[in-house]
């Protein structure tokens, strides 16, 4: 069985909390970071975030690989393997690009530009374009740790494994989608990108999981919808802060248009809502959808409908997240 997690909005949707869930809930054997690099946060429980190891981490179970198509800062790598205690478990493809000091220093520029967060990872990428990017198997410091990511999960899924992908980032950070670009990452951030980044092949995907958020957000500049003016931030009383940039996230309603764009160009079988408790109070912790406030489950239930109509592949919104704690989500699947 094999399953794949995306971000159906901008990032940070929540999907670091959301992988942490399936990965106890449904005792993944294999949890496969697939894309990105260390400026893709994710928190799994308060206090708990990765950047560049799966956020599977939480069960103790779980083989930990990260995939080819990830790009690595060794020193960022080694300090999670060390500070999570999972260097028995964890996998690093020999394929993995990696980040040099001189692709933090090129990042500098884009930082300006367009927002990056200023980690390396897109000029480490278009070094590998151009064919003069060192991968990981050149790094003396990453051995213990390196294997073949796609003959492991093609083994895998041969025995009847399950194995759970997580997508970094969000569908509308697409490197080739026109309305977004040149604000986006230095890859498409879908569905059957995450796959090639693994090396597995479409027919090997069982449900392909989109994590929306209540609200949307985004961190740095670039075309947003509906973002809300400081009223609506006072009205709603939420703040963020970006997991490695530290930035003040710009906010915005939930976009309808941008939900369905999003699902249909990953074929999204199945979707989770996150930070439901945040958008309308008293639903904090709640576990059962019955026990949802009036205005919550009518919100949930107009999107579930809207994205029933938009897409022949959607079976509904399975998973609803009422805080930042793997028990605080209702499982309607
Ligand atoms: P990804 O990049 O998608 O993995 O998410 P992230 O970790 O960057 O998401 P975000 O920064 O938006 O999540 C930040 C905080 O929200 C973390 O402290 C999470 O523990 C917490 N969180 C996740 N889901 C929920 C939720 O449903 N309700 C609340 N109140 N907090 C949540
Ligand atoms: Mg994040």
């Known amino acids: ?31 496969v970071r697939a894309g990105g690099g260390p400026q893709a946060g994710h928190t799994v429980i308060e ?13 103790p179970n779980s083989r930990l690989l990260i995939a ?8 960022v790598v080694l300090d999670e393997i060390e500070k999570y205690g999972v260097g028995d478990r964890v996998g690093i493809d020999y394929g993995c690009t990696i980040i040099e000091q001189k692709h933090i220093e090129q990042e500098k520029e884009l930082v300006k530009r367009i927002g990056s967060v200023g980690t390396g990872t897109g000029p480490a990428r278009a070094d590998r374009v151009l064919r003069k990017a060192r991968i990981a198997k050149e790094i003396y410091s990453l051995k213990p740790y390196l ?8 083994e895998a899924i041969k025995k009847g494994k399950k194995v759970l992908i997580e997508g970094v980032q969000g569908y ?4 080739l989608d026109h309305k977004f670009y040149p604000y986006v990452t230095s890859q498409d951030t879908t569905a059957s990108q995450f796959a090639a980044d693994v090396g597995i092949g479409p027919k090997t995907i069982d449900d392909v999981l989109v994590v929306y958020k209540a609200y949307a957000s985004r961190v ?33 309603d939930f976009d309808l248009d941008l939900a369905r764009e999003s699902l249909i160009r990953n074929t999204g079988t199945q979707a989770a809502i996150t930070c439901i408790d945040r958008l ?13 406030t009036e205005e919550a489950k009518k919100f949930v239930n107009r999107i579930d409908y809207f994205l029933r109509k938009s897409s022949p592949y959607f079976k509904g919104i399975k998973i609803i997240s009422t805080g930042p704690n793997l028990e605080d989500t209702i499982d309607l699947r």
């Open 1 to 31: 069985m094999l399953n794949i997690v995306v971000g159906g909005f901008y990032g940070d949707e929540g999907k670091g909390k959301i992988v942490g869930y399936l990965a106890v809930k449904d005792n993944f054997d294999f949890v």
């Open 47 to 59: 206090g708990k975030k990765v950047t560049q190891i799966p956020s599977g981490f939480i069960n």
């Open 68 to 75: 080819r198509g990830t790009i690595i800062n060794p020193e």
């Open 147 to 154: 294997t073949d990511v796609a003959d492991e999960v093609n």
């Open 172 to 175: 509308a950070l697409s490197l």
């Open 220 to 252: 740095g500049i670039g075309p947003m919808n509906f973002e809300w003016d400081e009223e609506k931030r006072k009205k709603y009383g939420i703040e963020e802060r970006g997991t490695v940039s530290g930035r003040l996230r710009r906010l915005g």
């Open 280 to 292: 309308f109070n008293g639903n904090s912790g709640i576990k059962k959808f019955d026990e949802l």
